[in-house]
């Protein structure tokens, strides 16, 4: 054994430790304690402001901690005969502790997939190794042997640095770097050299003349060089061969827009919405779709499987999807398709078991920097400016760009889900409407205690009040298309988009007080069922608009139609839709259609008939409403006690339709329904969502 020089003057190399300590330390206790947050809610890094603001923020304040700690600690640590190497690896180890605390703690809070759990423990368990080690090593036992002392301390302020690289590592593994945007991946890749380099210096420059350690740092490089080479974009080089048959389009995209009321997009009332229309002048249009459900969750799980909320019942806010269901990024990825599903919804968080069959799954949240000291730092600093830092829908589309020109080679299924005209509304500026005179309601309608008092008729708005909400809706609608837009300029700009298959559709509409309410999941109203739907074929072979009345249930079933894909054996709630347009297929019309999974006011169940009769019953109340669309198409007057004859037709078809479900969940072998336990920030973002109050 070599032992290692302790010739330096006293003066440079306490200096010299102590700004390597702090270096050190406040970069690998920033990083981890960032890291921890990228585990716990990776796709809000990865947007610029994101992991920027919060990563500075975090390193300010190991660095203050680690000043603070050298002037405190020093004069007692180097009584009991520590040397400046020593205290400068202690503090660190105890900043890298301090990093992984908080989050630890938070996230063990609640329930922990066993896969993050292990590495929590393992990073908790190589912690405390470490600072044992440190300990260890100011203890007069070690005292008089330097070669311990060194190699002991070289390990020490390199374990820290390396669960670092081992956490990004993991992190850049389960999140490939080549769909974030490039300033993330820039960050990211940062990251890696800085805390390689803290490694490589920390193993050499204590214990130069070990082989050994020459031999790790060798193994660290690989470890840096991998993800980041991984980063860049290497498409066109070398895409993976694909197994996607000759005769099916190379991609499928999906686009729903979030609360797309459809007669705000087509019709007189409609808000211009030139990237929509021009995506719709090349679609088969059905002008009569209703959504399965009039909220998010139960309506978009139905979207992307084809089956009914009776069948999937992830019909309230704790509870998720359930792991036996198909999703079409399943039947696709089944295909030999890449999947990627983009977008932001606090319902389709992957806790709620949304991300089933997708590659790559990115639904940040809004305004969501994690939980490292920076991000909740952030969030108290700038509580007025949070909105700006939301993760936007152009944050959103960016994303979904720059992996279609990343993977513009490869067959894939794209799913983009635009929250934006979704309460609250924040139009940015250039879409903002013109001030007005008659109303202030802008300055509070982002504040859901205004909404629930509004909703409770404790508030009474003004028309010109409603007014304006009506008009920061559509100005958000046109946010929306103008992002649109720009995922279908990529598209052609690429050669992609005459040869893809697209389906556009939203998961329902909006109320503005038709009939006494505000918002949506109250009611089974058409202002909140009525949504688009239209499917692009590839070469637009059939553009045509259909009248007839069908369920955004069959979006699903017919994507798998038109790409003839495999279907299981119990199909799904509701037919394919091709038949419609094409004379080829025949027609499968429903017998009727269905909505359920009302989230406020007690569940209700609709049936519409022969596209005229709107049935609606309440399930705790009994109460039963009968609409004639064709004569009051408004639905202001229930028909239920004249009809009554219409109503037993109803009720009869309900019923076969409760027990087809029942069936249904029975050949899928659904039984339990994966409750998730929401933690409380996945609460507090539903609650800033305007989802108050139910923990079910
Ligand atoms: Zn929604």
Redesign the pocket.
């Known amino acids: 054994m070599t032992t290692a020089p302790e010739s330096q003057s006293q003066g440079g190399s306490q200096l010299g430790n102590f700004a390597a300590g702090l270096l050190a330390s406040s970069l690998c206790a920033a990083f981890l304690n960032l890291g921890m947050s990228a585990f716990d809610h990776p796709g809000a890094f990865r947007f610029f402001p994101a992991l920027f603001l919060p990563l500075a923020l975090t390193l300010g304040i190991f660095a203050g901690a680690y000043l603070l700690l050298w002037g405190v600690a020093t004069l007692p640590l180097r009584r009991l005969g520590a040397s400046s190497a020593s205290i400068a690896v202690a503090l660190g180890t105890f900043s890298s502790l301090l990093a992984l605390l908080w989050p630890v703690v938070a996230v063990l809070r609640r329930e922990v997939a066993w896969k993050s759990g292990l590495v929590l423990l393992a990073l908790v368990a190589l912690t405390l190794l470490t600072a044992s080690l440190a300990a260890l090593l100011l203890s007069d036992r070690w005292r008089g042997r330097p070669w311990v002392r060194s190699r002991a301390a070289a390990l020490i302020l390199a374990a820290p640095l390396g669960a670092a690289l081992a956490l990004l590592l993991a992190w850049c593994l389960a999140y490939p770097l080549s769909a974030s945007n490039a300033a993330a991946r820039l960050l990211v890749s940062g990251a890696f050299a800085l805390i390689g380099a803290g490694t490589i210096s920390a193993l050499l420059m204590l214990s130069a003349r070990l082989p050994v350690l020459r031999i790790l740092a060798g193994l660290f490089l690989l470890v840096i060089a991998s993800p980041v080479l991984e980063g860049f974009p290497n498409h066109g080089a070398n895409p993976p061969p694909s197994s996607v048959e000759d005769d099916r389009p190379q991609i499928v995209v999906l686009i729903t827009v979030?609360?797309l009321r459809l007669d705000f997009v087509e019709g007189e009332r409609a808000e211009p919405t030139p990237a929509v229309d021009s995506l719709l002048a090349d679609s088969v249009v059905f002008e009569n779709a209703r959504s399965a459900a009039p909220?998010?969750k139960p309506?978009?799980a139905t979207l992307l499987t084809g089956l009914s909320p009776l069948v999937h019942r992830a019909n309230s806010i704790g509870v998720g999807l359930p792991e036996e269901v198909k999703t079409v990024a399943e039947y696709m990825r089944g295909a030999g398709y890449h999947t990627v599903g983009i977008g932001l919804?606090e319902?389709l968080d992957p806790s709620f078991n949304f991300h089933q069959g997708f590659e790559l799954y990115q639904f940040p949240a809004r305004g969501d920097y994690g939980l490292s000291f920076g991000s909740m730092l952030l969030s108290r600093l700038r509580p007025n400016r949070y909105p700006d830092l939301f993760v936007s829908t152009e944050g959103i589309a960016d994303v979904a760009v720059d992996w279609v020109r990343s993977n513009r080679d490869k067959h894939f299924f794209l799913w983009m889900h635009i929250l934006d005209p979704?309460w609250p509304y924040w139009p940015p500026p250039a879409f903002a409407p013109p001030t007005r005179e008659d109303t202030s309601i802008d300055d509070f309608w982002g504040d859901w205690e205004t909404v629930t008092n509004v909703q409770a008729g404790n508030l009474k708005l003004s028309d010109g009040d409603k007014n304006r909400v009506r008009e920061l809706y559509r100005a958000e609608i046109r946010y929306a298309d103008s992002n649109i837009r720009r995922l279908l300029d990529a598209l052609k700009e690429l050669d992609l988009y005459d040869g893809a298959l697209i389906a556009f559709s939203s998961?329902?509409g909006e109320e503005f007080w038709e009939h006494g309410h505000y918002e949506?999941g109250h009611s089974l109203f058409d202002e909140v069922l009525r949504v688009p739907l239209a499917f692009k074929l590839p070469g637009s072979r059939f553009k045509t608009r259909i009248g007839a009345p069908v369920s955004t249930e069959s979006l699903t079933p017919t994507l798998v139609d038109l790409l003839g894909l495999e279907t299981q054996a119990h199909g799904f709630s509701s037919p394919s839709l091709q038949g419609y347009w094409n004379p080829e297929v025949d027609p499968d019309p429903p017998e009727a259609l269905f909505a359920n999974g009302t989230y406020h006011y007690g569940e209700k169940i609709m049936v519409l008939l022969r596209g005229r009769w709107k049935y609606v019953v309440e399930a705790d109340t009994g109460r039963r409403d009968l609409y004639d669309l064709l004569d009051d198409p408004g639905e202001l007057q229930s028909l239920a006690s004249s009809r009554q004859e219409v109503v037993a037709e109803a009720d009869t078809l309900l019923a076969k339709r409760i027990a087809s479900s029942d069936g249904l969940r029975r050949a899928l072998r659904i039984e339990d329904l994966p409750t998730v336990q929401l933690s409380e920030k996945l609460r507090a973002r539903l609650r800033a969502l305007g989802y108050a109050g139910s923990d079910q």
């Open positions: 979030d609360t909220w998010t309506s978009v919804n319902h979704h998961d329902h949506h």
